[in-house]
């Protein structure tokens, strides 16, 4: 069975730095795409930020030029290096990893627990 802790949240002022880290295990072979994604209060989960296997990105317009975006394909983890925050990126942040393939199964998308996020003064 695959997994996916997260860790780094907490909170933070605003202009503050933070870096989730998402590590998966489960006897991976490879993961096509891992990223993240956030749920604030009240609102639906949005996507924040994937990378694929090749290293090809993608992030929300809100958070370019302040997040980035980095894996490890050896050691299956992703990170999130989260610059010069806002109040409005507090939310509950979610790990996703989407096409893993194990040594007994594939699996479409799983995701993590959440680590919470809070920018505030």
């Known amino acids: 069975q695959v997994q996916l802790v997260e860790s780094g949240g907490g909170l933070v002022q605003p202009g503050g730095s933070l870096r989730l880290s998402c590590a998966a295990s489960?006897?991976?072979?490879?993961?096509?795409?891992m990223g993240w994604y956030r749920q604030a209060p009240g609102k639906q989960r949005e996507l924040v930020a994937v990378?694929?296997?090749?290293?090809?990105?993608n992030l929300t317009d809100s958070v370019k030029g302040r997040f980035t975006i980095s894996r490890d394909n050896a050691k299956n983890t992703v990170c999130l290096q989260m610059n010069s925050l806002k109040p409005e990126d507090t939310a509950l942040y979610y790990c996703r990893a989407e096409g893993v393939i194990t040594t007994l199964a594939v699996y479409g998308a799983v995701w993590g627990q959440g680590t919470l996020v809070t920018v505030s003064s």
């Open positions: 990378i694929t296997s090749g290293r090809g990105t």
């Open positions: 489960g006897n991976i072979y490879s993961i096509n795409e």
